[in-house]
């Protein structure tokens, strides 16, 4: 099993402002997902984070909105910059449980109100 | 049409009961399917994995899965209280390099005691 700290928990922001997600996973893992949990909603992936490439984003997201670091294999990093109320939601960080892609292990997840 | 479509619920279920949660995709080239639990306020843990087609157990879980019909279910037997939750069906398709989950938007269980 992997566990995955995420930071902030949880954090108010002002519109116009950039917040920065810090996920460490206790790991070596090759792959790092960001997620993200509009409230009522289901997960819709962000991006994928490979170690020593570029992120691989979703369509609907852009690097310049959330642009994401992979500086080694048991960390990343998720910006969400110029913040709106429509990016008031859960970030979560995930990574895979198994070979196949579609078994996760999630991080507790930062829940973000933009105000 | 959705990729993944699950009645929202609430599924309200008596102590004891079973309960059957449904799931429907639209890529018949899916390949690989899962149940996550989540429960409120905290973040989705896998329950079941399914790959092929028919019933697969574990515990008091039963995951079944229909290729043909596209539709996956998750049967919860003698549910407790403590199966309150949003259950998120979840699928894995794409090319081999490239693979990506697709969620649900899940279906709320409530267990009455």
């Known amino acids: 099993s992997a566990v995955i700290s995420q930071k902030p928990s949880r954090d108010i922001c002002q519109r116009g402002t950039s917040l920065t997600i810090q996920c460490q996973v206790d790991?070596?893992?090759?792959?790092m997902f960001w997620y993200r949990q509009q409230p009522g909603q289901s997960l819709t992936l962000i991006a994928t984070?490979?170690?020593?490439?570029?992120?691989?984003?979703e369509s609907g997201f852009v690097i310049d909105k959330f642009p994401i670091s992979r500086p080694n294999l048991t960390f990343s990093t998720l910006t969400v910059s110029n913040m709106s109320p429509e990016d008031s939601s859960i970030y979560l960080c995930?990574?895979?449980?198994?070979?196949?892609?579609?078994?996760?292990?999630f991080g507790e997840g930062s829940r973000l109100t933009v105000l | 049409q959705k990729e993944v479509e699950q009645n929202s619920g609430p599924l309200s279920v008596p102590e004891g009961a079973i309960a059957s949660l449904n799931c429907t995709y639209s890529?018949?080239?899916?390949?690989?399917f899962f149940w996550y639990r989540q429960y409120s306020g905290k973040s989705p843990e896998l329950i079941m994995s399914?790959?092929?087609?028919g019933d697969k157990e574990d515990g008091r879980f039963t995951a079944q899965l229909n290729k043909a019909s596209q539709y996956v279910s998750l049967l919860i037997r003698d549910s407790q209280p403590s199966d309150s939750a949003t259950y998120l069906c979840?699928?894995?398709?794409?090319?081999?390099?490239?693979?990506?989950?697709?969620f649900g938007t899940g279906t709320k269980l409530q267990v009455i005691p």
């Open positions: 995930s990574v895979r449980k198994g070979a196949d892609t579609g078994e996760l292990f």
């Open positions: 790991s070596q893992v090759t792959m």
């Open positions: 984070a490979n170690q020593g490439s570029e992120a691989t984003y």
């Open positions: 890529d018949r080239g899916s390949q690989s």
């Open positions: 399914i790959y092929s087609n």
């Open positions: 979840a699928v894995n398709r794409g090319p081999g390099g490239y693979q990506k989950v697709t």
